[in-house]
């Protein structure tokens, strides 16, 4: 195994376990209730959301890639494979799955994330695209890939 590789697998977990530290800790604090705008074409589902300036958010992990377009704002995103990046409107990003993001927002920030799918039961999107923990996301894997397969995402 390369340098980077072993740096990268040595780190991801370490990082994985801070961010999901601060989620647990941001959820005994006061919570914004942040509602979701949906949208449905044929194909795609779309999610935005407006974040105030001054939140400090996690976002949910994503079991699908997925693309998000940063419309409005300034926000900055921690992630467990792409470090700490400041990101700045117009921005479109594709995230990987089992992405996970702890983020601070500069400035009110409108994000959207899509989705390539027919679904439209907000239920079932939510069973469908999000893992309720990594080890979900990785027994998720186990069944789909068997147990020795690599996860290309």
Same mark, same amino acid.
């Given at each position: ?25 941001? *959820?005994?604090? =006061? ?15 779309? *999610? ?16 699908e890639e ?6 409005k704002g ?13 990101l700045r409107? =117009?921005? &479109? ?5 089992? &992405? ?31 893992? =309720? ?16 397969? =690599?996860?290309?995402?």
């Amino acid at each position: 195994m390369n340098q980077l590789a072993e740096k990268v697998e040595s780190e991801v977990p370490a990082l994985r376990h801070s961010i999901q530290a601060l989620e647990d800790t941001m *959820r005994e604090m =006061p919570q914004l209730d942040i509602k979701p705008v949906h949208y449905f074409a044929k194909g795609l589902y779309a *999610r935005e959301i407006t974040i105030p300036a001054g939140t400090v958010l996690s976002g949910k992990i994503h079991k699908e890639e997925q693309i998000n377009i940063l419309s409005k704002g300034l926000i900055t995103v921690v992630t467990e494979d792409g470090g700490e990046q400041l990101l700045r409107a =117009p921005c &479109t990003i594709i995230s990987k799955p089992g &992405t996970k993001r702890i983020a601070y927002v500069h400035e009110e920030t409108v994000w959207t994330t899509l989705h390539a799918t027919d679904e439209t039961d907000l239920e079932k999107l939510e069973q469908d695209l999000i893992a =309720p923990s990594f080890e979900a996301l990785e027994h998720d894997k186990t069944e789909i890939l068997g147990e020795n397969q =690599p996860w290309l995402g």
